[in-house]
């Protein structure tokens, strides 16, 4: 698009000195011919440089609508906010279905909103490792684990889509269908697809804005949650000492990606460019947890009670992968001494 | 629109809306926003059951007020197709209502419904009967012979629920910030959370 408005604009500068000749009205023409043959033979987009915009889409696009998500027969309806402004993304998802929670994230600051018990701030989290470089940097070779296709255009909360299908290459992965707004790249629809071809989640929007008028009130908290302190909520084990852990196996393509900010070496995330999971190693304190596999959707929660030293350790591994890949990576955790 | 027009376009998505409440919908002026209701329950119902959606691109409203208005449309509007296919033999006049209902709104969306794709029943296997649905493991071809206990979501006590509900939580927001997830890792805990706290 760019190019050919900087074609026309050439052209457009040029006109008045070429019509002082008859010449002059030849080649112009001339050039106005190229330049439309020029770009109707421009190739289309693959599926990998759709695949490029996807990341940079999601955070750098401003916009407002409803989203809805679908595992089995549960269906949530979202509202979200999302705001790129000066290189900062706030946004703020409202649930619309049941309870009136919310999630309001600023950068990588998220707190949680319930409406039972206030709010909830997160650890912060910060990309990390060699991913969180690649992946900005449009390296992430999404395609060395996925086999990508293009589907036909389709149309999604108003919006030309683009289709891709993601066919995991291996079986330690699941395969994905996601749809590229035409012109943000956005992504506008996504399904994840099981080993067998069932569908095991879908995210779609339903009404989308693209808007950078999203003033700060609408990415603000509705007043009147009660706010709590945060020891009143259950969370994982916030114990200030480090815990030494390494990792025997993970899937092919998957690197780090993102690990919370504090220093207990309690968690960290691994991502392949489309799917991730999370390791998180804690002594079990407080709750005892069964050992096993939940499954929600694409979502898989294993875990995985280890003692060493007169203490029980949780090891959960949760991320949209297989069951057997999260009970294999659960089962390579080996404790420091 | 008040919320009894909503729970009136909810029960005509589901066939249930009677003959007068949807003489109601049809004399309420405020079309663009029952459009946007109708399109939004018509797309979660697409989702849920995995349906094909061929009318939803195609804007007909122009047509059938034309008709309504007493002038000829200019090409005959084909209705046997949307009709044949609804998945109840629903009453003459919700028939009717329904079809003009959609094409009065301008949308096809909901035409075809058909139901759930064969086998899709047993992607879920009921949790707690609600909000929590654990899906079977063998879904993913590595099957209860590989000896993984299933834990479901429903027979945790409420501590060890929300412990797993944080796990969740957090899960998602690495994947959202450090995997470039965006909004889709909330989405995928939100109600859990919710329903937990």
């Given at each position: 698009m760019s190019e050919r408005s900087g074609i026309m604009g050439c052209a457009e500068r040029a006109v008045p000195l070429c019509c002082r000749s008859r010449s002059g009205e030849w080649l112009l023409c001339l050039l106005l011919f190229w330049s439309s043959l020029a770009a109707a033979e421009q190739p289309s987009k693959t599926a990998e440089q759709w695949l490029q915009q996807l990341a940079p889409a999601l955070n750098r696009t401003s916009y407002k609508g409803v989203f809805v998500y679908t595992r089995g027969n549960d269906v949530n309806s979202m509202r979200i906010y999302h705001r790129y402004r000066d290189g900062h993304v706030r946004e703020r998802l409202v649930q619309l279905d049941g309870a009136n929670g919310e999630i309001i994230r600023d950068d990588n600051r998220v707190v949680c909103i319930y409406p039972n018990k206030g709010q909830v701030q997160l650890d912060n989290v910060i990309p990390a490792g060699p991913f969180a470089e690649a992946f900005a940097n449009q390296l992430t070779p999404v395609t060395r684990w996925y086999t990508p296709t293009l589907l036909r255009e389709d149309r999604i909360a108003g919006y030309p889509a683009v289709g891709i299908e993601l066919k995991a290459k291996d079986k330690d992965r699941y395969s994905y269908r996601l749809w590229l707004e035409?012109?943000?790249?956005?992504?506008v629809r996504s399904e994840v697809v099981g080993?067998?071809?069932?569908?095991?989640e879908r995210f779609q929007f339903t009404d989308l804005t693209f808007t950078d008028?999203?003033?700060d009130s609408e990415l603000e908290a509705k007043p009147g949650n009660r706010t709590i302190q945060r020891e009143d909520i259950r969370q994982p084990d916030a114990s200030p000492h480090r815990t030494e852990w390494s990792m025997g196996w993970k899937p092919a393509?998957?690197?780090a990606a993102a690990a919370p900010?504090?220093?207990?070496?309690?968690a960290v995330a691994y991502s392949d460019g489309l799917a991730s999971f999370s390791v998180f190693v804690e002594p079990l304190k407080g709750v005892d947890m069964p050992s096993g596999v939940s499954r929600i959707g694409a979502t898989t929660a294993y875990l995985r009670k280890i003692r060493r030293n007169n203490t029980t350790f949780l090891i959960t591994v949760v991320g949209e992968v297989p069951p057997l890949t999260a009970r294999r990576v659960a089962n390579g955790i080996e404790l420091g001494h | 629109m008040d919320e009894r027009l909503k729970e009136i376009l909810s029960a005509m998505v589901d066939d249930e809306a009677d003959e007068l409440s949807v003489r109601r919908v049809l004399q309420q002026g405020d079309v663009e926003e029952m459009q946007r209701s109708w399109q939004h329950w018509h797309q979660v119902r697409a989702l849920l059951r995995d349906?094909?959606?061929?009318?939803?691109?195609?804007?007909?409203s122009a047509a059938v007020r034309a008709q309504i208005d007493g002038a000829q449309p200019q090409r005959r509007l084909r209705l046997p197709a949307v009709t044949k296919v609804l998945p109840r033999q629903a009453r003459p006049w919700a028939l009717t209502a329904m079809v003009a209902m959609a094409l009065g709104l301008g949308f096809g969306a909901g035409s075809q419904w058909r139901h759930a794709?064969?086998?899709?029943?047993?992607l879920v296997a009921s949790?707690?009967?609600?909000?929590h649905s654990i899906m079977r493991v063998?879904?993913?071809?590595?099957?209860a012979a590989s000896g993984m206990t299933n834990i479901s979501m429903a027979q945790l006590d409420p501590a060890q629920r929300e412990q797993l509900s944080a796990y969740l939580l957090r899960h998602a927001q690495h994947s959202s910030i450090?995997?470039?997830r965006g909004a889709v890792g909330f989405a995928r805990v939100a109600s859990i959370s919710y329903d937990d706290q």
């Open positions: 035409k012109n943000t790249g956005l992504l080993v067998r071809g069932h569908t095991l008028n999203i003033p393509g998957f690197v900010v504090s220093a207990r070496n309690e | 349906e094909e959606r061929p009318f939803a691109k195609v804007d007909v794709l064969p086998g899709a029943a047993d949790a707690d009967g609600g909000s063998d879904d993913s071809g590595d099957n450090g995997g470039g």
